[in-house]
C-alpha cells in the first residue's frame, strides 16, 4: 500500500512535469501542423539558466521566473526566423529543420558550458522530507505535483474561458475556417509558440531534479515529450495531460516493479496505444 | 450478356449518421447501362456524401450498392475501383508533381494491373503512356501532355480529373460538379467534353449549373437533408412546385 | 542523364580501393551507410513513408548476421541472404500493423518499434551479449576471399553487395510500381480512387526497404566481425535521414553524395571537437532544408549544367 502510494506520487509529479513541457508541443503540432522535434531544446535552455543563475545567487524562483521568461524570448526568435517557412513545408522538412536546430542547441551548450550534468539547487525550505502520517515524503515531489495542477487548471480557464483560448480552439479545430472568420492565425500562433516554450522552459527548470540536465537533454526526452503528445491527441490539451500523467505513473510503476523491462513496458504501451487510437486518446475534433 | 440482366448500379436503403444529423436516410437510386441521372438539391443535401458512400470513401451504416449485381458493400474504395466504379472529385486531387501525361498513365496501370511489376519497365508502362496520350487527345489537352499539373490552368486540370477517370475504363462514373470553379468560357469545352462521353458508361452527375444537368441528364434525382425529394424526368422536375419551393424558386428554368 | 554519368561514382568507389591506404575501413563505413540510405530513398523518397525508425532494420540485419555466423555457419553470403530475408518478414508484420497511419503517428510508432527492438536486445544479454555487445569471426566469401587484417575484401565485398542493391533499387524506382510509388507519396486519396491497395503497395516498398536496411546491418557486422547495441540506436536512424536529405531525395546517387560528405565531415569535425560536428551537421541540415531542397545533388546539376555550356563554348563546330 506504501508502496502504492510512493508510486502513484511519483508518477504524478513525473506527469507534471512531462504536462508542463509538452503543452506548448501539442498546440505546436496541433495548430500549425508542425512537427517540431527542438522542443525539448527549449525546456533544456531554461534549465540551463536557471541552474546558471542560481549558482550566481539568484534566488531559486527569481531564477525560475527569468528562465521562463528567456524560453519564451528564444521561442519567440525562434518562431519568426526558423519555424515560419516551414509551416508551408512537408513533415519531412519540418522533421530535419528541427534535428537540425537540435543539434545546433547541443553544440552551442556544450561550447558554452561543457558537457557535464548541471545540478540545479533545490530551495532549502522544499528539498526536506515532509511527514505523510504512515512515511515521509520529499516535500519537492508534493511541490510538483501541486505546480502541475494548478498550471494545468491556469490552462484549462485560459483555453475555456478567455476569448484568446476560444480563438485557439477555433484555430485548431479548423484552421481554414478560423482564417475565414478573421482570425489572426499566424498572430495567435507566434503567442502561443511563445507561451509552448516559456511552459517548456520552467518545465526544464522545476523538473530538473526528474530529468538530468545535460547537453543530451534535447535529444534524450524528446521522444517522452512527443509521446506526450502523439497519445494524448495533436493540439488537444486534456489529451497530453491525460498522456502525460498516465505515461509518468506507468513509467514510474515500471521503474519499481520490473526494472529490467521499464523502457520496454513504455513503448509497447505507447505502440498499443497509438494503433488503437492513432489520432490520440483526446483528439481534437477536426481528426476526431 | 448476362450482365445486362441487372442495372449497372443499384443503391436500396443507404442510410448515414454523423452524431445527431442524418447525411443520407434511406437513400434508393438505380442507374441503368448508359444512364444520365442528374443529382440536384441545395447545399450540405448530402449529395458528395453520397458519392463518398458509394465509392467506399465514408463507410455506410445500412444499405446495399450493387455493381451490375454484384453485392460491393463490403469492398474497399480501391476494390470498387477496380470493378468499374470511377469517380472525379468536385475539389482536385491529382498527382501535381508529376507531368499530365504520368497522372494518367499511372492509372491505366492500376487498371491494367501493371502497376504491381517492379523490375520491368519498358514495355508495360509505354503501353500505358501511348494510351495516355489517346485519352488525352480525346480531351483536347495533348498539347500540354508533357506539363506538370502543378503548372496547369485549373479549367484544364479539370478536365484531366475526368481523363483519368476515363482512363479507368468504368462502367459507372460518378461525377462531382466536374465544372466547378472554372471561369465560364472554360466551363463551356468541360461541357462540350461531357456531351462525347461512351454511351455505354452510367454517368451519375452532380451539378449546381441547373442548364447543364437539364440538357445532359434524362433523369434528375432531386436530393433534400439526406433524402430524396423527387425523381423524374427533367420536364417533370422542373415543373414540380414542391422542387421549385425548395430549390428552383430562384432558377428560371 | 548522360549514362557515363552513370560511371562516375563507381569508378571513384573502385580508385578509392587502390589509393585509400589506411582509410579503407573508412570507406566501408561509407558503402555501409550508402545502402542504409538508399534502402531510406525508398521508403522516405520515393514512397513518402515518414520514418524515424530504420535503425531497426539496420540493427535487426546486423543482429541476424551475428547470431547465424555464430550459431549456424560462418559463410558471409549465406549470413547475408539469410539476415536480409528475416528482416523483409519482420518489416511486413510491423509494417502491416503500421502502415494504415500517416504523419506523426506514423513517425512515432516506427520510433517506437525501433526503442523496443533496441530494449529487448539490451534485455536478452544472454542472446545478443547486451552492452558488450557480440564479437565473432567469419568465413572466407564464397570460401575464397578471407577477411584480411587490411579490409580490402571487406571493401570490395560490400560494393558488390551496394552494386546489386543499387541495381534492384534503380529497376524498382522506374517501374510501373516505382510510378505508383509517387503517387501514393503525392495523394493516397487519388492514388485510392484509381484502385490502387495503397496499404500492400506501402507494405511492399516497406520489406523491400527494409531487407535493404538488413542488408546494410549485415554488411556493417560481417565486416567489422562485430555488433553492438548501437546499430539499434536512434541516432542511426537519424543520421540515415540527415545522409538522405543532405545528398537529395528520390535521386539514389543522394544516398552516395550525402552518406560520404556527411562522414568526412563527421570525421574531420570530430577530430577538432567531439561536438563541433554536430553544430556543422546540424548548420548544414538547416541549410539544405531553407535554401537547397534538392540536397547536394542539386549542386551538382548545376555544376554539370555550367560544365556542358563551358564545353559547348569551347568547341569551334
Same mark, same amino acid.
Given at each position: ?39 525539448g531544446g527549449?525546456a533544456m535552455a531554461g534549465g540551463y539558466l536557471a541552474a546558471m543563475?542560481i549558482r ?49 542547441f547541443i553544440?552551442?551548450l556544450t561550447w558554452l558550458f561543457g558537457t557535464d550534468v548541471k545540478i540545479l539547487p533545490i ?81 526544464g527548470v522545476i523538473g530538473a531534479e526528474m530529468l538530468q540536465l545535460d547537453p543530451f537533454y534535447a535529444l534524450r526526452y ?67 | ?253 | ?13 573502385? %580508385?578509392?580501393?587502390? +589509393? &585509400? ?5 573508412? $570507406?566501408?563505413? /561509407? @558503402?555501409?551507410?550508402?545502402?542504409? *540510405? #538508399? ?43 539469410? %539476415?536480409?530475408?528475416? +528482416? &523483409? ?5 510491423? $509494417?502491416?500493423? /503500421? @502502415?494504415?497511419?500517416?504523419?506523426? *503517428? #506514423? ?167 567531439p561536438f ?42
Amino acid at each position: 500500500m506504501a508502496t502504492a502510494t510512493v508510486i502513484l506520487l511519483d508518477g504524478l509529479a513525473y506527469g507534471m512535469v512531462l504536462f508542463i513541457i509538452s503543452v506548448g508541443l501539442t498546440v505546436t503540432m496541433g495548430l500549425m501542423r508542425v512537427v517540431n522535434l527542438a522542443h525539448g531544446g527549449f525546456a533544456m535552455a531554461g534549465g540551463y539558466l536557471a541552474a546558471m543563475m542560481i549558482r550566481a545567487g539568484v534566488p531559486f524562483f527569481a531564477a525560475a521566473a527569468l528562465a521562463t521568461l528567456a524560453a519564451g524570448i528564444l521561442g519567440g526568435i525562434a518562431e519568426m526566423t526558423v519555424f515560419r517557412p516551414l509551416y508551408r513545408k512537408g513533415e519531412l522538412a519540418q522533421v530535419l529543420m528541427t534535428f537540425g536546430l537540435t543539434f545546433v542547441f547541443i553544440a552551442a551548450l556544450t561550447w558554452l558550458f561543457g558537457t557535464d550534468v548541471k545540478i540545479l539547487p533545490i530551495p532549502s525550505y522544499l528539498a526536506g522530507p515532509v511527514d505523510l502520517g504512515f512515511r515521509t515524503y520529499p516535500t519537492y515531489r508534493l511541490f510538483l505535483i501541486v505546480v502541475g495542477l494548478l498550471l494545468f487548471l491556469l490552462v484549462w480557464f485560459v483555453i475555456e474561458g478567455s476569448l484568446y483560448g476560444a480563438r485557439l480552439r477555433a484555430a485548431v479545430d479548423n484552421p481554414r475556417m478560423a482564417r475565414a472568420v478573421g482570425i489572426d492565425v499566424n498572430r495567435l500562433f507566434t503567442i502561443t509558440f511563445v507561451i509552448g516554450c516559456a511552459l517548456a522552459g520552467f518545465g526544464g527548470v522545476i523538473g530538473a531534479e526528474m530529468l538530468q540536465l545535460d547537453p543530451f537533454y534535447a535529444l534524450r526526452y524528446l521522444v517522452l515529450f512527443l509521446v506526450v503528445v502523439a497519445v494524448g491527441g495533436l493540439g488537444s490539451f486534456k489529451g497530453s495531460f491525460v498522456a502525460a500523467i498516465t505515461l509518468g505513473v506507468v513509467e514510474t510503476a515500471g521503474k519499481f516493479l520490473f526494472t529490467d523491462i521499464a523502457a520496454f513496458l513504455l513503448f509497447a504501451l505507447v505502440f498499443v496505444l497509438l494503433l488503437w487510437r492513432p489520432n490520440g486518446l483526446l483528439p481534437p475534433k477536426s481528426v476526431a | 450478356m448476362s450482365a445486362f440482366a441487372h442495372p449497372a448500379l443499384s443503391v436500396r436503403g443507404l442510410c448515414k449518421s454523423f452524431g445527431a444529423l442524418r447525411v443520407a436516410q434511406s437513400i434508393d437510386l438505380e442507374l441503368a447501362h448508359g444512364a444520365r441521372v442528374g443529382l440536384i438539391g441545395p447545399n450540405g443535401a448530402g449529395k458528395t456524401t453520397l458519392v463518398n458512400l458509394l465509392t467506399g470513401v465514408l463507410p455506410a451504416d445500412a444499405g446495399t450498392i450493387s455493381l451490375e449485381g454484384e453485392v460491393i458493400d463490403k469492398l474497399k474504395p480501391e476494390g470498387r475501383v477496380r470493378r468499374g466504379l470511377a469517380r472525379t472529385h468536385q475539389i482536385n486531387t491529382l498527382l501535381v508533381e508529376e507531368s499530365v501525361r504520368d497522372n494518367v498513365a499511372i492509372a491505366i496501370a492500376e487498371r491494367e494491373r501493371v502497376a504491381w511489376s517492379m523490375l520491368r519497365y519498358a514495355k508495360a508502362w509505354r503501353a500505358c503512356l501511348e494510351e495516355a496520350d489517346e485519352r488525352l487527345r480525346e480531351m483536347g489537352i495533348m498539347d500540354v501532355a508533357d506539363r506538370r499539373v502543378s503548372a496547369l490552368p485549373y479549367g484544364q486540370q479539370r478536365l484531366l480529373e475526368i481523363a483519368i477517370a476515363l482512363a479507368l475504363k468504368p462502367r459507372v462514373l460518378l461525377l462531382d460538379e466536374p465544372a466547378a470553379g472554372v471561369p465560364a468560357a472554360e466551363a463551356h469545352h468541360i461541357h462540350e467534353v461531357l456531351e462525347r462521353l461512351p454511351a455505354e458508361i452510367a454517368i451519375l452527375i452532380i451539378e449546381h449549373d441547373m442548364d447543364v444537368v437539364f440538357r445532359f441528364a434524362r433523369h434528375i434525382v432531386v436530393m433534400v437533408q439526406g433524402r430524396v425529394l423527387k425523381r423524374g424526368a427533367p420536364a417533370e422536375i422542373a415543373a414540380d412546385p414542391q422542387v421549385r419551393a425548395v430549390y428552383l424558386g430562384r432558377s428560371t428554368v | 542523364m548522360n549514362p557515363a554519368w552513370h560511371a562516375l561514382p563507381w569508378l571513384l568507389a573502385i %580508385a578509392f580501393y587502390f +589509393t &585509400a591506404g589506411g582509410y579503407l575501413s573508412l $570507406g566501408t563505413s /561509407i @558503402l555501409v551507410y550508402i545502402l542504409l *540510405t #538508399l534502402s531510406l530513398d525508398l521508403a522516405l523518397g520515393y514512397a513518402g513513408i515518414i520514418t524515424l525508425g530504420h535503425a531497426a532494420f539496420f540493427g535487426f540485419g546486423a543482429y541476424g548476421a551475428a547470431l547465424f555466423a555464430i550459431h549456424v555457419n560462418a559463410d558471409p553470403l549465406l549470413g547475408l541472404v539469410v %539476415a536480409t530475408a528475416v +528482416t &523483409a518478414v519482420f518489416a511486413v508484420v510491423t $509494417g502491416m500493423l /503500421i @502502415l494504415h497511419t500517416q504523419g506523426v *503517428t #506514423l513517425l512515432m510508432l516506427t520510433l517506437a518499434i525501433a526503442v523496443l527492438l533496441a530494449e529487448a536486445a539490451n534485455r536478452a544479454y544472454k542472446v545478443t551479449g547486451g552492452d558488450d555487445g557480440l564479437q565473432f569471426t567469419m568465413g572466407p566469401v564464397l570460401g575464397l576471399f578471407r577477411f584480411d587484417l587490411w579490409g580490402q575484401t571487406a571493401y570490395l565485398y560490400t560494393l558488390v553487395i551496394l552494386f546489386v542493391w543499387f541495381v534492384i533499387a534503380w529497376k524498382v524506382v522506374h517501374s510501373p510500381f516505382g510510378r505508383s510509388l509517387d503517387g501514393i507519396r503525392q495523394s493516397q486519396a487519388r492514388m485510392r480512387a484509381i484502385g490502387t491497395p495503397v496499404w500492400w503497395r506501402l507494405i511492399a516498398i516497406y520489406a523491400i526497404s527494409a531487407a535493404m536496411a538488413g542488408s546494410a546491418g549485415a554488411l556493417s557486422a560481417q565486416t567489422t566481425r562485430f555488433v553492438g547495441l548501437n546499430t539499434l540506436g536512434l541516432l542511426v536512424s537519424g543520421i540515415a535521414v540527415v545522409m538522405l536529405v543532405l545528398g537529395g531525395t528520390r535521386r539514389l546517387y543522394g544516398a552516395f553524395l550525402g552518406a560520404a560528405v556527411y562522414v568526412v565531415v563527421q570525421d574531420f569535425a570530430a577530430k577538432v571537437n567531439p561536438f563541433y560536428w554536430m553544430f556543422v551537421i546540424g548548420g548544414l541540415l538547416m541549410a539544405t532544408v531553407l535554401f537547397l531542397e534538392g540536397g547536394l545533388m542539386e549542386v551538382l546539376d548545376i555544376g554539370r549544367r555550367w560544365l556542358r555550356r563551358l564545353l559547348r563554348g569551347s568547341d569551334p563546330t
